[in-house]
Protein backbone atom coordinates (compact mmCIF):
# COMPACT_ATOMS: atom_id res chain seq x y z
CA UNK A 1 0.00 0.00 0.00
CA UNK A 2 2.85 2.51 0.45
CA UNK A 3 3.76 2.58 -2.74
CA UNK A 4 0.36 2.92 -4.02
CA UNK A 5 0.44 6.20 -1.51
CA UNK A 6 2.47 7.52 -3.90
CA UNK A 7 0.68 8.22 -6.70
CA UNK A 8 -1.81 11.13 -7.18
CA UNK A 9 -4.53 9.37 -7.96
CA UNK A 10 -5.14 5.45 -7.57
CA UNK A 11 -7.18 3.45 -10.35
CA UNK A 12 -8.21 -0.56 -8.70
CA UNK A 13 -9.90 -3.25 -10.06
CA UNK A 14 -13.24 -4.76 -8.36
CA UNK A 15 -11.40 -7.33 -7.32
CA UNK A 16 -8.13 -5.61 -5.54
CA UNK A 17 -7.48 -6.06 -1.82
CA UNK A 18 -5.30 -3.84 -0.60
CA UNK A 19 -4.00 -2.85 3.47
CA UNK A 20 -0.88 -2.80 5.49
CA UNK A 21 0.29 -6.07 5.45
CA UNK A 22 3.45 -5.52 6.99
CA UNK A 23 1.93 -5.52 9.84
CA UNK A 24 1.35 -9.32 10.03
CA UNK A 25 5.44 -9.60 9.74
CA UNK A 26 7.00 -6.86 12.47
CA UNK A 27 7.82 -4.91 9.83
CA UNK A 28 7.30 -0.97 10.55
CA UNK A 29 6.47 1.85 7.85
CA UNK A 30 9.27 3.33 6.81
CA UNK A 31 8.16 4.85 3.37
CA UNK A 32 5.69 7.27 4.52
CA UNK A 33 2.96 4.72 5.08
CA UNK A 34 2.23 6.76 8.58
CA UNK A 35 2.97 10.39 7.36
CA UNK A 36 0.90 9.90 3.65
CA UNK A 37 -2.55 7.75 4.99
CA UNK A 38 -3.45 9.47 7.94
CA UNK A 39 -3.42 12.66 5.29
CA UNK A 40 -5.10 11.08 2.69
CA UNK A 41 -8.16 8.70 4.54
CA UNK A 42 -7.90 10.78 7.98
CA UNK A 43 -6.45 9.44 11.12
CA UNK A 44 -9.04 7.10 12.44
CA UNK A 45 -9.04 4.88 9.08
CA UNK A 46 -5.53 5.16 8.93
CA UNK A 47 -5.18 3.66 12.27
CA UNK A 48 -7.38 1.25 11.66
CA UNK A 49 -5.32 -0.24 8.43
CA UNK A 50 -2.26 0.34 10.20
CA UNK A 51 -2.71 -1.15 13.33
CA UNK A 52 -4.69 -4.25 12.31
CA UNK A 53 -3.43 -5.26 8.90
CA UNK A 54 -6.22 -5.95 7.73
CA UNK A 55 -7.80 -6.61 4.23
CA UNK A 56 -9.73 -3.98 2.72
CA UNK A 57 -11.84 -4.15 -0.80
CA UNK A 58 -11.64 -1.71 -3.57
CA UNK A 59 -14.89 -0.40 -2.93
CA UNK A 60 -14.31 -0.02 0.60
CA UNK A 61 -10.86 1.83 -0.98
CA UNK A 62 -12.80 4.57 -2.67
CA UNK A 63 -15.05 4.77 -0.10
CA UNK A 64 -12.03 5.62 2.61
CA UNK A 65 -10.60 7.67 -0.28
CA UNK A 66 -7.89 5.38 -1.05
CA UNK A 67 -8.75 4.48 -4.43
CA UNK A 68 -9.48 7.38 -6.75
CA UNK A 69 -11.67 4.95 -9.73
CA UNK A 70 -12.84 1.38 -9.25
CA UNK A 71 -12.98 -0.29 -12.60
CA UNK A 72 -13.70 -3.72 -14.21
CA UNK A 73 -11.49 -6.77 -13.45
CA UNK A 74 -8.86 -6.59 -16.03
CA UNK A 75 -9.41 -2.82 -17.40
CA UNK A 76 -7.29 -0.74 -14.79
CA UNK A 77 -3.97 -0.55 -17.37
CA UNK A 78 -6.22 0.99 -19.69
CA UNK A 79 -8.50 2.98 -17.64
CA UNK A 80 -5.26 4.40 -15.51
CA UNK A 81 -3.75 5.78 -19.27
CA UNK A 82 -7.51 7.21 -19.95
CA UNK A 83 -6.88 8.75 -17.22
CA UNK A 84 -3.13 10.07 -17.99
CA UNK A 85 -4.19 11.09 -21.07
CA UNK A 86 -7.03 13.24 -20.05
CA UNK A 87 -5.01 14.92 -17.33
CA UNK A 88 -1.87 15.41 -20.51
CA UNK A 89 -4.53 17.19 -22.69
CA UNK A 90 -5.20 20.39 -19.88
CA UNK A 91 -3.17 23.29 -19.72
CA UNK A 92 0.23 22.11 -17.95
CA UNK A 93 1.34 24.97 -16.24
CA UNK A 94 -2.44 25.68 -14.80
CA UNK A 95 -2.43 21.85 -13.77
CA UNK A 96 1.36 21.73 -12.26
CA UNK A 97 0.57 24.94 -10.37
CA UNK A 98 -2.55 24.12 -8.47
CA UNK A 99 -1.21 20.02 -7.66
CA UNK A 100 1.90 21.87 -6.41
CA UNK A 101 -0.72 24.27 -4.10
CA UNK A 102 -2.15 21.26 -2.84
CA UNK A 103 0.77 19.11 -1.87
CA UNK A 104 2.11 22.45 -0.31
CA UNK A 105 -1.14 23.28 1.68
CA UNK A 106 -1.16 19.70 2.89
CA UNK A 107 2.24 19.11 4.02
CA UNK A 108 4.65 22.05 4.05
CA UNK A 109 1.82 25.04 5.32
CA UNK A 110 1.73 25.98 8.53
CA UNK A 111 -1.55 27.35 8.39
CA UNK A 112 -4.49 27.95 5.97
CA UNK A 113 -3.34 31.97 5.24
CA UNK A 114 0.12 30.32 4.38
CA UNK A 115 -1.42 28.16 1.96
CA UNK A 116 -3.64 30.71 0.32
CA UNK A 117 -0.79 33.34 -0.30
CA UNK A 118 1.36 30.49 -1.74
CA UNK A 119 -1.65 29.14 -3.93
CA UNK A 120 -1.64 33.23 -5.18
CA UNK A 121 2.00 33.67 -5.67
CA UNK A 122 1.97 30.08 -7.24
CA UNK A 123 -0.97 31.08 -9.40
CA UNK A 124 -0.48 34.26 -10.90
CA UNK A 125 2.15 33.70 -13.02
CA UNK A 126 0.06 31.34 -14.65
CA UNK A 127 -2.63 33.80 -15.69
CA UNK A 128 -0.68 35.04 -18.01
CA UNK A 129 0.66 31.83 -19.40
CA UNK A 130 -2.40 30.18 -20.21
CA UNK A 131 -5.53 31.36 -18.21
CA UNK A 132 -6.06 34.55 -20.49
CA UNK A 133 -6.35 31.93 -23.63
CA UNK A 134 -8.74 29.33 -21.51
CA UNK A 135 -11.12 31.83 -20.71
CA UNK A 136 -11.05 33.69 -24.02
CA UNK A 137 -11.79 29.90 -25.30
CA UNK A 138 -14.58 29.45 -22.90
CA UNK A 139 -16.17 32.72 -23.86
CA UNK A 140 -16.01 31.31 -27.34
CA UNK A 141 -17.95 28.17 -26.47
CA UNK A 142 -15.56 25.48 -25.81
CA UNK A 143 -16.16 23.38 -22.86
CA UNK A 144 -19.13 24.95 -21.99
CA UNK A 145 -21.98 22.19 -19.68
CA UNK A 146 -18.40 20.09 -18.44
CA UNK A 147 -17.57 18.88 -21.93
CA UNK A 148 -14.22 17.58 -22.48
CA UNK A 149 -14.78 16.86 -26.28
CA UNK A 150 -12.21 19.79 -27.12
CA UNK A 151 -9.67 18.42 -25.48
CA UNK A 152 -7.15 16.03 -26.71
CA UNK A 153 -5.17 13.51 -25.17
CA UNK A 154 -1.03 14.45 -25.76
CA UNK A 155 0.12 10.72 -24.58
Same mark, same amino acid.
Given at each position: MEL? =? $?? !? =? @? /? /??? !????? /??? #? #? $???? %???? &? *? /? @??? #??? &??? #?? =? !? %??? *?? @???????????????RVVPKGTALDAAIELANQIAAFPQECMKADRHSAYYGMFDSRSFVESMKFEFRHGKGVVAKESVKGATRFTEGVGRGGSFKEFKPKL
Open positions: A =L $FA !D =L @R /V /VEE !DAIMG /VFC #R #R $FGVP %LIDG &G *T /V @RLP #RLI &GLS #RA =L !D %LIL *TG @RAIGAHEALEFGLAN
